[in-house]
């Protein structure tokens, strides 16, 4: 089993900061990736940007550039750094962990920008 986490959400306005927080516990020698997803109102969770047990990461066209995924070095806690956040990127952001047979997931956190 796999608890996550998340905080760090709250309003901004465009072209802030904000930096989410997702804390993990439980069977973490057991997770191979975990990604940041978010999900807006009316619209389908997608992905924001993964990071791997060896630290590759991806990131979806939208936040390049502006977005940074990384992780403390015991694994205990993955972060989403958001730069020059735009009004688009207000949703729900979820953060995910990744085992071979299961996916778990956070209860998520709000994140509005204001234009």
């Known amino acids: 089993q796999v608890q996550l986490v998340e905080s760090g959400g709250g309003l901004v306005q465009a072209g802030g900061s904000l930096r989410l927080s997702c804390v993990v516990s439980g069977s973490i020698f057991s997770i191979y990736a975990m990604g940041w997803h978010r999900q807006a109102p009316g619209k389908q969770r997608e992905l924001v940007a993964a990071i791997t047990r060896s630290g590759r990461t991806n990131y979806a066209d939208s936040v390049k550039g502006r977005f940074i995924i990384s992780r403390d070095n015991a694994g205990n806690t993955v972060y989403l750094q958001m730069n020059s956040l735009k009004p688009e990127d207000t949703a729900v952001y979820y953060c995910?962990?990744?085992?071979?047979?299961?996916?778990?997931w956070g209860q998520g956190t709000q994140v509005t920008v204001s234009s």
């Open positions: 995910k962990a990744s085992t071979y047979g299961y996916e778990y």
